[in-house]
């Protein structure tokens, strides 16, 4: 999935995006592209945490997601 893909999916800036894969929370692969299942988990996040409050995203993120292991 590219960046605007996700951007898209995510109902968030391509800006977010590259946040969340400096912070490790997506990785691109060889290609460029991102995991869709990892955009679509993240994409669910923000979800609950729209209806619930934006404060407490980045805890939910790091409980949730973590980082990706690129080993």
Not at 11 to 35: C, H, Y
Not at 59 to 66: K, N, V, Y
Request: cysteine-free; aromatic content about 2%.
């Amino acid at each position: 999935m590219t960046k605007e893909a996700a951007a898209e999916r995510l109902n968030a800036s391509e800006a977010f995006v590259q946040r969340m894969i400096e912070k490790g929370r997506l990785a691109p692969d060889e290609a460029g592209l991102l995991d869709p299942q990892r955009v679509d988990d993240l994409a669910q996040l923000l979800e609950r945490l729209r209806e619930n409050g934006v404060g407490t995203v980045i805890g939910l993120i790091d409980e949730e997601l973590g980082p990706v292991d690129n080993a």
